[in-house]
């Protein structure tokens, strides 16, 4: 925050946004920026191969979950 008169303010915010930017530069301090990401959509055909593929390894995870923990609910019986 500075004070100044209403015919300086505009450059006097460039002045202050140069040195702040200088100081930025001189530390390695990165300014983050919005990023927008674009996507191109995928044919309904392999959305839904894809869908099958998760839910067969889905499946396949439950089963082996299943017996992986089968010993440690016969021990908590």
Request: charged share 35%.
């Amino acid at each position: 925050m500075a004070e100044c008169s209403e015919q300086d303010r505009i450059q006097l915010a460039r002045d202050l946004n140069r040195e702040i930017l200088s100081i930025f530069s001189k530390y390695n301090v990165n300014i983050p920026f919005p990023q927008v990401t674009i996507s191109k959509p995928q044919p309904k055909e392999e959305v839904a191969s894809a869908t099958i593929k998760q839910q067969k390894a889905s499946k396949e995870f439950v089963q082996d979950q299943k017996v992986k923990t089968k010993d440690i609910e016969d021990e908590h019986e």
